[in-house]
């Protein structure tokens, strides 16, 4: 993710965790206080809100002069929310970004909300985004949650990016979401050591009655393919209708315009499969330039993909 993207996403965070503040601390506050107290438009508290609603904020909006938004009587216990979890969440989801943009504010923010949760959950981690996401992945990961919580044995069909499909017994500890993809950090009892899981590559979920004893342990995010695989800056020109998907992709070099319609940039990507996939999403608005080694590698993959799909 883009150090603009992380940016981002930790000044949303920061607003909705206020927001909600602001919320339990007033009956009701309208829109338009609130965007001129984070300096942002309307439209964009509007989608704030949708956006704790979708994660289960049980906001209400009142009509009027007097008209705004606020939360449930039943939900606010000392001004705070009654959940222990939805703190939580919030909680773990401003810290993982707190690795990348640290500063004072946030490391308040986070503060304030460890206060309200009891020392029992210390180690329950659970990264969220307020987006909706499949319902199938939404079923797996509540099982996943409720695992987490009772600390119980799960068993997963599991295949992985070779397409070799396993089963495994795994002690659910973290699940998260980063780019745009779930993720569960789990101890497997077959391998004797820590694993992260892909929750779209998970065929099947179960539940097993097997309880376990929570193991010290330091998470490590392994989820970045290029992790593995030598990495290559590649020249390319862009059409400027694919601006904002190559800034919102991966790391790139200065965009310098080459004419009216086209930027020329350089992208550090690994010569493999995960490499080619990101460049294919560009269809014909890139152009690589070099190296030729890579071009070659990038057109011979194309090329199998054609001849897989010919009648």
């Given at each position: 993710m883009s150090s603009i993207n992380i940016f981002r996403k930790k000044m949303k965070i920061e607003r909705l965790i206020n927001i909600i503040m602001l919320l339990l601390e007033n009956d009701t506050i309208s829109a338009n206080s609130l965007a001129q107290r984070f300096s942002v438009s309307k439209r964009t508290i509007l989608r704030d809100i949708d956006s704790l609603i979708l994660a289960h904020i049980p906001i209400y909006t009142?009509?009027?002069?007097?008209?705004?938004?606020g939360i449930m009587d039943s939900y606010k216990f000392n001004k705070r929310l009654l959940t222990e979890f939805d703190i939580q969440n919030i909680l773990i989801a401003l810290s993982g970004l707190s690795e990348f943009t640290a500063d004072k504010e946030t490391a308040l923010t986070i503060d304030k909300l460890k206060s309200l949760l009891p020392n029992k959950m210390d180690n329950l981690k659970t990264l969220i985004d307020f987006e909706e996401i499949h319902e199938a992945l939404s079923a797996a990961k509540k099982l996943i949650f409720f695992a987490i919580q009772h600390s119980k044995t799960i068993e997963i069909s599991y295949i992985d990016q070779n397409g070799q499909q396993t089963e495994r017994k795994v002690e659910p500890y973290q699940l998260y979401y980063k780019n745009t993809s779930w993720y569960l950090y789990s101890y497997s009892l077959d391998k004797g050591d820590f694993r992260t899981f892909k929750l779209s590559r998970i065929t099947s979920i179960s539940l097993l009655?097997?309880?376990?004893?929570?193991?010290?342990?330091?998470?490590?995010?392994?989820?970045?393919?290029?992790?593995?695989?030598?990495?290559?800056?590649?020249?390319?020109?862009?059409?400027?209708k694919s601006r904002d998907k190559l800034i919102e992709g991966v790391e790139t070099g200065e965009l310098l315009e080459v004419d009216k319609n086209h930027y020329q940039t350089t992208l550090v990507l690994p010569d493999h499969e995960f490499g080619y996939q990101y460049l294919a999403n560009f269809g014909t608005t890139l152009k690589i330039i070099g190296p030729d080694f890579y071009l070659k590698n990038y057109v011979e993959w194309l090329e199998k993909i054609i001849s897989i799909n010919k009648k």
């Open positions: 009142t009509r009027g002069p007097k008209g705004g938004f009655e097997k309880e376990f004893e929570q193991k010290s342990f330091k998470f490590t995010d392994n989820t970045n393919p290029n992790l593995n695989f030598s990495l290559s800056k590649i020249e390319v020109i862009v059409h400027k």
